[in-house]
């Protein structure tokens, strides 16, 4: 392989005329260049985030912190004069890593289309006479470097049609016995169907199934089933089942909260059937078919959330109304008697019992305002929330008490706005509350709290993130109400949270482990109504066929 | 202060209310504050004491109370003195915001418990 490119590679430079002088301007153009790396590289990736297919590449943000790094050290390369064979080994293999993790190639040309118009803006800002010398270097040299990347799509594409027909005769010279009706069926089924050998290969993939994982079939026909399509924690749990099930051990086995592996190294939820089935017409001993659960899991998981809300909510308001009577009464007498007290120079100790029952009041209080918040809310009132000033505006209010509190807090938007459809306080609420939250857990450690936000493709994803100790059980019912570790927590602060953010029809996630939690709430940019709408509309039409 | 007849040297505040004791409280610290203090237990009284004069300074009233509520005292207050300033004490503020009429000059709303530092402050600002 690498002779091909070799050749190749002196043919196009050959091509673009990429010279010695050529070389030197850019090496000298790096100068100029390099303070700039680190501001591309935030805009190369934001301009990503807005494209679902190029998106849908990155598996989190690890590694997007990771690829800014590449990325700079990408630009720093291209600049460096030295573009021999090693370098354009380095620029195929790059190019590989592409075609790995499937980002498709139309998104190649428009990314470097962003890079090369900032190098080109630089150079007409800062390099006065030689900025049109250097364009023109830039051009060669990008162009260059675009062709060599791409060649790696190309030879990817020839080694899959081989396989596709090796594959095909494979099939033919056995003659398998599939009557067209029935492949039709299989292919049509809206659900996943992965027919596996006895080497434990797999030997069909059908539709749903390149739909549900992404992966395409030639991708994985011949791969080992497990390996390929089921997480670690699965195999965990019902390898050794699996395997009975391959071996006619045992006839059937079904996972009702199974799991798949996609291509881009997620995972999504599927009831999992397993049947064995050997055939005399091919190799296929076991069928594995599965339904994708994610979205309806999602979809039940909030329904059971509102219901418990709608249920205390009726009862409990009536009752938190009733509660502020007495304590009108209490928080007056206790006035009444610190005034008294205090005119009579009375024992300090005295005041201080006075104190603690007037806290312990408001506190009651405050409890019945939260409650009522969160279990007679009022309708969003909606409008273009601007994330930036919302996230300066949080942390502004916060600073003293994070700063009280020894905790670092640092706020990381995005270059460009982005603007939310959604209730300015109630969204306020949720960042302080969450953010609150955050500080307070980090207090013991004097640690950092990060606000992130960032451009998903239709959603904005704020990240709260915290060094604090994390919670303790991933499954604690940290949004039902009233449940709290805090020792002066009402435990309706991320009740509240939960509800706002579904009621914009967002979500909320948490990651935890000791010294790191992150709560990701993601948010559609599109209004909560037009969503809807749009999600009606979508349902009426069924799900959009696939051409055949 | 405004106000049509003669300033008096205390401004009298009537506090319509059906918790006794907690009102006579709140009257005795009125007082203390520099307030003269009319009481009436429950809507039906208030209106009666409204009826006669004089005509209070402010008017003070609890919400939901047996007789007439305090929409209904607010109404004959200013059926007699139209501008008369209304404070109305509530533990349920989103039924008063869904008040039936449009009562103007619109009337203070104080969720309870209520905040004595700050009512007194709204009161002094008159
Ligand atoms: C001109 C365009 C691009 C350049 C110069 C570039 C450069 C790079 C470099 C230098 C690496 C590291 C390769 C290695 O680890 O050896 C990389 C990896 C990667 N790039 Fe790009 N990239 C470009 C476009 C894109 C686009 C548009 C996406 C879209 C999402 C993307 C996603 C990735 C991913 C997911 C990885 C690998 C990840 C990993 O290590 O987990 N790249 N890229």
Same mark, same amino acid.
């Given at each position: 392989?690498?002779?091909?490119?070799?050749s190749?590679?002196?043919?196009l430079?050959?091509?673009?005329r990429?010279?010695?002088?050529?070389?030197?301007?850019?090496t000298?153009?790096?100068?100029?260049?390099? /303070?700039?790396?680190?501001r591309? $590289?935030?805009?190369?990736?934001?301009?990503?985030?807005?494209?679902?297919?190029?998106?849908?590449?990155?598996?989190?943000?690890?590694?997007i912190? +990771?690829?800014?790094?590449s990325?700079?050290?990408?630009?720093? %390369?291209?600049?460096?004069?030295?573009? =021999?064979?090693?370098?354009?080994?380095?620029?195929?293999?790059?190019?590989?890593?592409?075609?790995k993790?499937?980002?498709?190639q139309?998104?190649?040309?428009?990314?470097?289309?962003?890079?090369? !118009?900032?190098?080109?803006?630089?150079?007409? =800002?800062?390099?006065?006479?030689?900025? /049109?010398?250097?364009?023109?270097?830039?051009?060669?040299?990008?162009?260059?470097?675009?062709?060599?990347?791409?060649?790696?799509? %190309?030879?990817?594409?020839?080694?899959r049609?081989?396989?596709?027909?090796?594959?095909?005769?494979?099939?033919?010279?056995?003659?398998?016995?599939?009557?067209?009706?029935?492949?039709?069926a299989?292919?049509?089924?809206?659900?996943?169907?992965?027919?596996?050998?006895?080497?434990?290969?797999?030997?069909?993939?059908?539709?749903?199934?390149?739909?549900?994982?992404?992966?395409?079939?030639?991708?994985?026909?011949?791969t080992?089933?497990?390996? $390929?399509?089921?997480?670690?924690?699965?195999?965990?749990?019902?390898?050794?089942?699996?395997?009975?099930?391959?071996a006619? +051990?045992?006839?059937?086995?079904?996972?009702?909260?199974?799991?798949?592996?996609?291509?881009?190294?997620?995972?999504?939820?599927?009831?999992?059937?397993?049947?064995?089935a050997?055939? =005399?017409g091919?190799?296929?001993?076991?069928?594995?078919?599965?339904?994708?659960?994610?979205?309806?899991?999602? !979809?039940?998981? %909030?329904?059971?959330?509102?219901?418990?809300?709608?249920?205390?909510?009726?009862?409990?308001?009536?009752?938190?109304?009733?509660?502020?009577?007495?304590?009108?009464?209490?928080?007056?007498?206790?006035l009444?008697l610190?005034r008294?007290?205090?005119? =009579?120079?009375?024992? /300090?100790?005295?005041?201080?019992?006075?104190?603690?029952?007037?806290?312990?009041?408001?506190?009651?209080?405050?409890?019945? $305002?939260?409650?009522?918040?969160?279990?007679?809310?009022?309708?969003?009132?909606?409008?273009?929330?601007?994330?930036?000033?919302?996230?300066?505006?949080?942390?502004q209010?916060?600073?003293?008490?994070?700063?009280?509190?020894?905790?670092?807090?640092?706020?990381d938007?995005?270059?460009?706005?982005?603007?939310v459809?959604?209730?300015?306080?109630?969204?306020?609420?949720?960042?302080?509350?969450?953010?609150?939250?955050?500080?307070?857990?980090?207090?013991?450690?004097?640690?950092? !709290?990060?606000?992130?936000?960032?451009?998903?493709?239709?959603?904005?994803?704020?990240?709260?993130?915290?060094?604090?100790?994390?919670?303790?059980?991933?499954?604690?019912?940290?949004?039902?109400?009233?449940?709290?570790?805090?020792?002066?927590? $009402?435990?309706?602060?991320?009740?509240?949270?939960?509800?706002?953010?579904?009621?914009?029809?967002?979500?909320?996630?948490?990651?935890?482990?000791?010294?790191?939690?992150?709560?990701?709430?993601?948010?559609?940019?599109?209004?909560?109504e037009?969503?809807?709408?749009r999600?009606?509309?979508?349902?009426?039409?069924?799900?959009p066929?696939?051409?055949? | 202060?405004?106000?049509?007849?003669?300033?008096?040297?205390?401004?009298?505040?009537?506090?319509?209310?059906?918790?006794?004791?907690?009102?006579?409280?709140?009257?005795?610290?009125?007082?203390?504050?520099?307030?003269?203090?009319?009481?009436?237990?429950?809507?039906?009284?208030?209106?009666?004491?409204?009826?006669?004069?004089?005509?209070?300074d402010?008017?003070?009233?609890?919400?939901?109370?047996?007789?007439?509520?305090?929409?209904?005292?607010?109404?004959?207050?200013?059926?007699?003195?139209?501008?008369?300033?209304?404070?109305m004490?509530?533990?349920?503020?989103?039924?008063?915001?869904?008040?039936?009429?449009?009562?103007t000059?619109?009337?203070?709303?104080?969720?309870k418990?209520?905040?004595?530092?700050?009512?007194?402050?709204?009161?002094?600002?008159?």
């Amino acid at each position: 392989m690498s002779t091909f490119v070799e050749s190749r590679f002196e043919e196009l430079k050959r091509y673009v005329r990429l010279s010695p002088d050529d070389a030197r301007l850019l090496t000298d153009f790096r100068a100029l260049a390099a /303070p700039h790396f680190e501001r591309i $590289t935030q805009e190369f990736y934001e301009r990503i985030r807005e494209h679902e297919d190029a998106h849908a590449v990155f598996t989190g943000e690890a590694q997007i912190a +990771r690829l800014q790094r590449s990325l700079v050290r990408w630009m720093d %390369r291209l600049l460096s004069g030295t573009y =021999d064979e090693a370098y354009f080994e380095e620029t195929a293999n790059i190019g590989r890593v592409h075609v790995k993790v499937g980002l498709p190639q139309r998104y190649m040309f428009t990314a470097m289309a962003l890079i090369r !118009v900032a190098l080109t803006r630089i150079a007409d =800002d800062e390099a006065r006479e030689r900025a /049109p010398a250097i364009r023109e270097a830039l051009t060669r040299l990008i162009d260059l470097e675009l062709a060599i990347m791409l060649e790696s799509y %190309r030879e990817n594409i020839v080694s899959r049609l081989r396989r596709k027909d090796e594959l095909e005769n494979q099939a033919l010279t056995r003659s398998l016995a599939r009557s067209a009706r029935y492949v039709n069926a299989v292919e049509l089924a809206r659900v996943v169907i992965v027919g596996v050998d006895s080497a434990g290969t797999i030997r069909l993939f059908n539709r749903e199934a390149e739909h549900v994982s992404g992966f395409e079939r030639d991708e994985v026909l011949g791969t080992p089933f497990a390996a $390929t399509l089921l997480p670690e924690e699965m195999l965990e749990a019902h390898g050794t089942r699996v395997a009975d099930v391959a071996a006619g +051990r045992t006839k059937t086995y079904e996972i009702a909260d199974g799991l798949i592996r996609t291509r881009a190294h997620n995972v999504r939820n599927v009831h999992w059937h397993l049947a064995f089935a050997p055939g =005399d017409g091919d190799d296929i001993v076991l069928f594995a078919m599965g339904k994708d659960t994610t979205d309806e899991r999602r !979809v039940m998981e %909030r329904a059971r959330q509102h219901e418990r809300l709608a249920a205390v909510g009726t009862l409990a308001a009536g009752l938190a109304h009733e509660i502020r009577n007495p304590l009108n009464g209490a928080q007056l007498h206790i006035l009444f008697l610190e005034r008294s007290l205090k005119r =009579d120079k009375a024992d /300090p100790e005295l005041l201080e019992a006075v104190d603690v029952v007037g806290d312990e009041i408001k506190r009651l209080a405050r409890l019945v $305002t939260e409650f009522l918040d969160f279990a007679r809310p009022r309708p969003l009132q909606l409008t273009g929330v601007s994330m930036h000033e919302l996230g300066k505006r949080v942390t502004q209010l916060l600073a003293l008490e994070a700063s009280q509190s020894n905790v670092t807090l640092v706020i990381d938007l995005p270059l460009q706005d982005i603007v939310v459809m959604g209730d300015r306080s109630k969204l306020e609420q949720v960042m302080l509350n969450v953010l609150q939250n955050a500080i307070e857990a980090s207090k013991a450690t004097n640690g950092a !709290v990060t606000l992130r936000i960032r451009r998903k493709p239709r959603h904005v994803a704020i990240d709260v993130e915290d060094s604090g100790p994390g919670i303790g059980a991933l499954d604690a019912p940290i949004y039902d109400a009233f449940y709290s570790t805090k020792p002066n927590g $009402t435990g309706l602060g991320l009740s509240i949270v939960h509800r706002i953010v579904t009621d914009h029809h967002g979500s909320i996630d948490v990651e935890s482990v000791p010294g790191r939690t992150c709560f990701r709430i993601t948010l559609p940019i599109e209004a909560p109504e037009a969503q809807s709408g749009r999600m009606k509309a979508a349902e009426a039409a069924g799900r959009p066929t696939e051409e055949s | 202060m405004v106000m049509d007849a003669p300033t008096p040297p205390r401004p009298l505040v009537l506090l319509v209310d059906d918790d006794v004791r907690t009102a006579q409280t709140l009257a005795r610290m009125l007082r203390e504050d520099g307030y003269d203090v009319d009481f009436a237990a429950d809507g039906a009284a208030a209106i009666g004491r409204l009826t006669r004069d004089p005509m209070p300074d402010v008017l003070v009233t609890d919400m939901t109370m047996p007789l007439a509520d305090g929409l209904a005292v607010t109404r004959y207050a200013r059926s007699r003195r139209p501008n008369l300033p209304v404070f109305m004490i509530t533990g349920n503020p989103v039924l008063v915001t869904r008040a039936p009429e449009n009562i103007t000059p619109a009337f203070v709303v104080l969720t309870k418990p209520l905040d004595y530092e700050i009512f007194l402050e709204q009161l002094r600002a008159l």
